[in-house]
């Protein structure tokens, strides 16, 4: 049978529990998984560069040995043809996700014919969001047990804490 990989496509700014916890189950049911940091045109100001991010996941998933990093700034499906994806993964912590979520899939679906799939995130990590943990640091809160620690000195240093 042949290998299957999955691509999971994100902002990752910055990459937290809840992702990892979604690449950990994904590397459980894939051969390979490959994370792609996507640069999002609709996400103006980035807390992270593309290459900061990009390394702050390979430095966070080095337990997993079928997970690879790339970062991306073209549509994901040219991307999934690219690395040989046949599923796209993508998490989902509730209702609120699903309707954006469903359109993406069917126009992902539309564009190449590739299938995405659901993770449901696990309940402890449901109210974890990228966009909370940037607000959270920025005025001086720890987020250091929600994030892998090479993301939470990556925060650390931005803010000098
Ligand atoms: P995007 O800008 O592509 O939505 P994010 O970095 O916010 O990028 O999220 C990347 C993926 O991770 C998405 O599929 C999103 O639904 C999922 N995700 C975000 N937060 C969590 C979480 N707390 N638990 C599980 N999955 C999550």
Not at 34 to 55: C, Y
Not at 78 to 100: C, H, P, Y
Not at 142 to 147: F, K, M, N, Q, T
């Amino acid at each position: 049978m042949s290998e299957i990989v999955a691509l999971y496509p994100g902002s990752f700014d910055p990459f937290h529990n809840g992702h990892l916890e979604i690449v950990e189950r994904a590397a459980g049911l894939f051969d390979t998984v490959v994370v792609a940091a996507v640069r999002n045109p609709q996400k103006s100001n980035p807390l992270f560069s593309m290459e900061e991010r990009q390394n702050m996941i390979a430095d966070s998933v080095t337990h997993l040995n079928n997970v690879k990093i790339v970062s991306i700034s073209t549509l994901v499906v040219v991307v999934a043809k690219e690395v040989g994806a046949q599923v796209i993964i993508r998490g989902l912590r509730a209702v609120s996700d699903f309707e954006n979520e469903l359109q993406m899939a069917q126009m992902n679906n539309k564009l190449s014919g590739i299938e995405t799939l659901f993770i449901p995130t696990s309940s402890k990590y449901s109210f974890l969001a990228s966009k909370l943990l940037r607000e959270v640091s920025a005025y001086g809160g720890s987020v250091a047990d929600l994030v892998p620690s090479p993301v939470a000195m990556k925060l650390d240093e931005k803010y000098q804490l």
